[in-house]
């Protein structure tokens, strides 16, 4: 340790130790390998359980008071003058099944490495401040994403978690038994005093800008729905076109719809010159049974409707329940919905924001106010305490492939304004304000 900091001056020149916090991304990056430099750590899987251990032994090895809770989110403090809420920061390690290095892990191994600083210094915060990883973020295995943090604010009752069920059949509580991360915590979590998430941006706009840090505003509302088409199946050259009942039909032109569902908003906006923007994507569609030379019987999909505006989320909603409507019936399919996730945007806390957009001013970097098209656990945390994140650049844009990738020297900078954030926010009054009743 070197020479304990106690003058504000001083505290505002420190940075933390960018070596370190590679490392760690690497080490961590190490587990669940993929071709191409990613990793799959899917929530839950033996994967995820080494990933969990792996970060859980540094936090011990920091002094941290950790706590595993029922769903497994997994919290380690570190103790300030006073006791209380903590300042908390954090995100998630489990990862899609094509994940790339940052996502997620970025937000965690940088709290970390705040957590180190503060010790290596000897300072001594007014708060405790506490890094966090959540359960299940991704989504990836077990509907919906975001599904620790939900369940750590509040957001959905722990039975119903544990009784989740995975895309490989495996069950939430089951499998948290299995790898060990059933803790003894309960849900909900206590509330932080503030929490604030550093994380790649996951789209091209910051590198697009040249900008190093996206000061975030709040999260994009998101819409999750899977259809289950029911048609018929025939031979492709004997039945006619009039006669059929193709579910791969009216999967495809759901998909083409969606589409045009955001084109359609997305040209209404520019014209309103308004900043919301329509995105639609038909992630997933399977075709039973599937053979070249078969009328689909079967098919489902998922569409992922987002916006940041509520009113235009729901217009986006019910333009597609009104389509699949109308193409079920011209086809003489059934079509049943089930809805996998539902969240409205979030705004996020004003005073947050303002710290993380001073701060990186304050350090030298060029700063972009920007709201996020990806989901996070910040969202769900804004729900109660005051909320912020950190962005910082992701190259190209991509995230959620192994090519994800972000300059060292962004990371560290992503590092830094998260510190002087946490710090300048344990000198603040942070009374509980509600962005979004």
């Known amino acids: 340790m070197t020479d304990p900091v106690t003058d504000r001056s001083e505290l505002a020149g420190l940075r933390v130790d960018g070596d370190r916090l590679l490392r760690r991304l690497d080490e961590l990056a190490t587990i669940g390998p993929i071709d191409g430099g990613g990793s799959c750590r899917l929530a839950l899987t033996d994967e995820d359980r080494d990933g969990r251990d792996l970060v859980v032994a540094w936090m011990h090895d920091l002094g941290l008071d950790v706590t595993v809770d029922a769903i497994g989110n997994v919290v380690g403090v570190r103790p300030g003058r006073t006791d209380g809420s903590p300042t908390m920061t954090g995100s998630h390690i489990d990862t899609v099944a094509t994940g790339g290095r940052y996502d997620g892990n970025l937000g965690v191994l940088a709290g970390l490495e705040v957590i180190e600083t503060l010790e290596a210094h000897g300072i001594e915060t007014e708060h405790p401040v506490a890094v966090a990883f959540f359960t299940d973020e991704e989504g990836a295995r077990f509907p919906p994403d975001m599904l620790g943090s939900l369940v750590y604010v509040g957001g959905l009752a722990l039975e119903e978690a544990l009784d989740v069920v995975g895309i490989d059949g495996a069950v939430v509580g089951d499998e948290l038994d299995r790898i060990g991360y059933r803790g003894t915590s309960p849900c909900p979590g206590p509330a932080p005093r503030a929490f604030v998430e550093l994380h790649v941006e996951q789209g091209p706009v910051l590198e697009a800008e040249g900008t190093t840090v996206g000061a975030v505003t709040g999260v994009q509302g998101i819409s999750w729905t899977e259809l289950s088409i029911t048609g018929q199946s025939n031979h492709a050259g004997t039945t006619p076109m009039e006669l059929r009942h193709d579910a791969g039909h009216v999967a495809a032109a759901v998909a083409v719809h969606a589409r045009g569902i955001a084109a359609r908003l997305n040209e209404r906006a520019v014209a309103d010159g308004s900043p919301d923007r329509q995105v639609a994507t038909v992630g997933r569609l399977d075709l039973h049974p599937d053979l070249v030379n078969v009328v689909a019987g079967s098919a489902t999909l998922t569409?992922?409707?987002?916006?940041?505006?509520?009113?235009?989320?729901?217009?986006?909603?019910?333009?597609?329940?009104?389509?699949?409507?109308?193409?079920?019936?011209?086809?003489?399919?059934?079509?049943?919905?089930?809805?996998?996730?539902?969240?409205?945007?979030?705004?996020?806390?004003?005073?947050?924001?303002?710290?993380?957009?001073?701060?990186?001013?304050?350090?030298?970097?060029?700063?972009?106010?920007?709201p996020s098209g990806a989901g996070h656990d910040a969202q769900m945390l804004a729900r109660v305490c005051p909320t912020g994140m950190v962005f910082v650049p992701s190259r190209d844009g991509i995230s959620h492939n192994p090519a994800e990738h972000t300059d060292p020297d962004d990371l560290v900078a992503g590092a830094d304004v998260l510190l002087q954030a946490i710090l300048t926010l344990d000198g603040l009054t942070l009374d509980r304000t509600d962005p979004n009743p």
Do not use: W
């Open 303 to 370: 569409v992922d409707l987002r916006n940041t505006d509520e009113d235009l989320l729901r217009e986006a909603e019910a333009d597609l329940a009104a389509f699949v409507a109308t193409i079920a019936a011209e086809e003489g399919v059934e079509v049943a919905e089930r809805t996998l996730a539902r969240f409205e945007p979030v705004a996020f806390d004003d005073r947050v924001v303002d710290v993380v957009a001073d701060v990186a001013t304050r350090l030298g970097h060029t700063v972009r106010r920007m």
